[in-house]
């Protein structure tokens, strides 16, 4: 599998309820945000049927304004290193493919090339789930996992999340937002038993 420094392939909100509020971002985060928020909501509120969503529009920003320990937990293991996510073939089957996410102007990110069938796939449902790899010798799970859960955002090269994006392969890209619908942190005690810690967005929680 050819790598670059990142890889880039295998590499409406509910009624009532109001929007994660924003206290932490920059102003370039925050105008980052504000589109990422508007097609989160316009994929939930779909009547057409044509593709699935998620009503949930919390990013990254968000995500660590709320929660910073679990987000810096949450980038020390991301950070340079290959990770697993999960989408939906055009099926309904699960896909589990390697990304390289980063993270610039309050957004999570990953790409895949632009000849991958992810791209029809996603399109059609975007939600999608991503747990970080244990160095290969940690059997015993000292290093601790991270994992999110929810919707992919098509975003152009001009993005300040992609010009800030690491690396430049020798082959066309497709990038993606990620919102934050969930987000686990688990570390193991002594006995190895895991220990949780959770966030889920405001819209999440309040669902029945």
């Given at each position: ?80 290193r290959i990770v697993y996510q999960a989408t939906l073939r055009l099926d309904g089957g699960p896909r589990v493919h ?111």
């Amino acid at each position: 599998m050819g790598r670059s420094s990142m890889l880039g392939h295998g590499p409406s909100a509910n009624s009532g309820v109001p929007p994660p509020r924003i206290t932490g971002a920059t102003c370039s985060q925050r105008s980052s945000i504000a589109p990422a928020r508007r097609y989160w909501r316009a994929r939930a509120s779909n009547s057409s049927g044509s593709a699935v969503g998620s009503a949930i529009v919390a990013t990254w920003a968000e995500f660590e304004d709320a929660e910073p320990d679990l987000a810096a937990f949450a980038r020390e293991r991301m950070k340079g290193r290959i990770v697993y996510q999960a989408t939906l073939r055009l099926d309904g089957g699960p896909r589990v493919h390697p990304v390289s996410p980063w993270i610039a102007a309050g957004q999570m990110c990953v790409s895949f090339r632009d000849t991958s069938p992810k791209l029809r796939e996603v399109e059609r449902d975007a939600r999608y789930a991503l747990h970080t790899a244990l160095p290969r010798k940690d059997h015993g799970g000292d290093f601790g996992e991270f994992m999110a859960r929810g919707s992919l955002e098509p975003i152009d090269a001009s993005h300040p999340a992609v010009l800030a994006r690491p690396g430049e392969p020798p082959y066309g890209l497709v990038h993606y937002a990620c919102s934050i619908d969930e987000a686990v942190v688990t570390e193991y005690s002594d006995d190895e038993m895991p220990v949780y810690r959770r966030w889920k967005a405001p819209a999440v929680r309040s669902s029945p």
